[in-house]
Each structure stands twice: as C-alpha cells, then as structure tokens.
C-alpha cells in the first residue's frame, strides 16, 4: 500500500508536468497535485449540493473539477490572475459537461468577491495569503456570511498566524 500524500519535491517544476502551461514564481503559482491533499479538503469543506464556493487559484482546475462536482446544484466561482490558467479550467470543465462554473481573470485581492457564497476553499500563494484572509474576515461583517474556509497555506505563513503576539 502507498500513501495518498506525495514526498515533496525539492525544486518547483518550471512547468506544469500535465499541461504544459509554463509556471511563474513571482506570481506564486505552485500547483497542487497531491490527490490526498485534494480529498482532505474537499472533506474539511463538507460541501452539499446545493453550495455555491468561492475558489481562489484555479491553476489547472485539478480542485476546481472536484469542487464543481461535489455542488451539482450549486457554483463555483473561481478566480486566478493567469488567464492561460483560467482558460485551461474552462475547457476541462466544460469537457466534463460541468456547467455551474463562473470563473473570472484577475487579481483576488482587487476583484469583487461574489455575492454570496458558502464555503471558500484555496491554495493561497504565500505572497497573498495575509490579505486576502483579511478581506475573507472583512467580508463576514460586510456582506452575507460564509459557512467555512478551507485555506491550504505554506507552512511559514500557518506559523505566522499562529504565533504568539
């Protein structure tokens, strides 16, 4: 038996291996992979048909696909500054006949959030991370609450947030 959780490689490919798709690290781009790691925060999220779930990064739509399936009467909103990335999302979702994906272009930290939604689930770059959950906790106080946020964050940023003042 092999562990669903994958060794962690020691350099960043410079490109995606599925796609391709050419991978920039001043954007922060790390691509998720790691399947056990997709099935423990889609579990964590406890999604229910019906949710509509803000995603940030799409990258390659690895999450985006489990996500949308996971809320056949829902959405997904999802954005990511790359648009060969959001196009790369588009396409496997519409192959997969998956129909409730809203996906924008652009910087989360400057476009409108959704109207409403109930679960937000992420793989925050690091250089974001600390203003977006900002915002992500200002949204709770200004606008129709959020049931959860699943956030995958690098481990020097978690230690950060959880360090004593």
């Known amino acids: 038996l092999s562990s669903p959780l994958r060794r962690p490689t020691r350099r960043a490919p ?16 790390h691509i998720l992979h790691n399947v056990g790691i997709f099935n423990k925060m889609l579990e964590a999220a406890e999604l229910r048909p019906y949710d509509s779930v803000y995603e940030v990064g799409c990258g390659t739509g690895e999450l985006t ?12 909103h999802t954005v990511d ?6 196009h790369e999302t588009e396409q496997r979702l519409a192959a997969g006949g998956f129909r409730n994906l809203h996906a924008t272009v652009g910087d ?17 770059p690091y250089e974001i991370s600390s203003p977006f959950i900002f915002r992500l ?11 959860s946020a699943i956030l995958l964050l690098q481990k020097e940023f978690a230690n950060r947030l959880l360090a004593h003042p």
């Open 14 to 29: 410079r490109v995606h291996p599925g796609t391709g798709l050419p991978l920039s690290k001043k954007k922060g781009q």
């Open 65 to 76: 696909v489990r996500l949308a399936s996971n809320v056949p009467e829902g959405e997904v």
């Open 81 to 86: 500054i790359e648009p060969r990335m959001v």
């Open 108 to 124: 989360v930290l400057k476009v409108p959030m959704p109207k409403r939604f109930d679960v937000c689930v992420s793989n925050l």
């Open 137 to 147: 906790l200002t949204r709770l106080s200004q606008g129709p609450a959020w049931r």
